[in-house]
């Protein structure tokens, strides 16, 4: 089946901070890249999608300048934490989609990110 | 606006038994897709089973099946023959058909599969 990748896996950084997320699709071709965010114990919250060579299309409450999402390949998408805050710790989920695949979203492995 | 709901925060089941968990769904969408998927404590998103708005017969999937009831905009999991490995978070999520039929998802459902 199709993989997808996230690096890291795990982050801890300073408060004050930017960390960057990478999110890969490593034997497919991935039109639309989904990023979602998930607290402890609770459900995934849609970010933003994103599709190769356009602007991020952010989710309604999602600050578009603290979480800057860049899908510069059809295999690489990045979502940039800028200034991290401790509220910004979480769990960040990437999805990727063909666009032939309509019904199937391929989730990568997660991003653990705590803010100090 | 699409919503799923799931009304069972956690739910028990005995090794081999079957468990059911429950999935509503609101949509106005006349065509759209339910999923489940299963997270284990790595985090990880595990896809189960799919359902399109407009097939006939329920999907199966080895021991997963989904009880899709259109007129009660119900879409359940069944889990037939329990196993310790299932324990786990499952989430109902639903596709929608406009914009970039992204998933929305339901808040989730603990099941604990014991001895």
């Known amino acids: 089946g199709a993989v997808v990748s996230q690096h890291p896996s795990r982050v801890i950084c300073k408060s004050g901070t930017s960390v960057k997320i990478e999110c890969r699709s490593l034997d497919f071709q991935a039109t639309t890249m989904f990023w979602y965010r998930q607290f402890p114990k609770q459900s995934l919250m849609l970010m933003a999608t994103s599709n190769e060579g356009s602007k991020a299309t952010y989710e309604q409450g999602v600050e578009k300048d603290k979480f800057l999402i860049n899908h510069a390949s059809l295999t690489l998408s990045t979502l940039t934490v800028t200034s991290a805050h401790p509220e910004d710790s979480s769990f960040y989920i990437c999805s990727a989609r063909v666009r032939s695949e309509v019904e199937t979203q391929y989730f990568g492995p997660g991003t653990r990110l705590l803010v100090l | 606006a699409q919503k799923i709901t799931q009304t069972q925060p956690g739910m028990f089941v005995q090794e081999k038994e079957a468990v059911t968990l429950d999935c509503t769904y609101d949509?106005?969408?006349?065509?759209?897709?339910l999923f489940w998927y299963k997270q284990p404590s790595s985090g990880e998103m595990i896809f189960l089973i799919y359902?399109?708005?407009?097939?006939?017969q329920n999907a199966t999937e080895g021991r997963y099946s989904l009880n899709f009831q259109k007129a009660r905009k119900s879409a359940n999991l069944v889990i037939s023959a329990s196993q310790l490995g299932d324990s786990a978070m499952y989430f109902c999520a639903m596709r929608g058909n406009t914009g970039f039929q992204k998933l929305v998802f339901g808040t989730g459902t603990r099941l604990l599969v014991s001895p």
């Open positions: 359902q399109g708005s407009y097939d006939q």
């Open positions: 949509t106005s969408d006349p065509s759209y897709g």
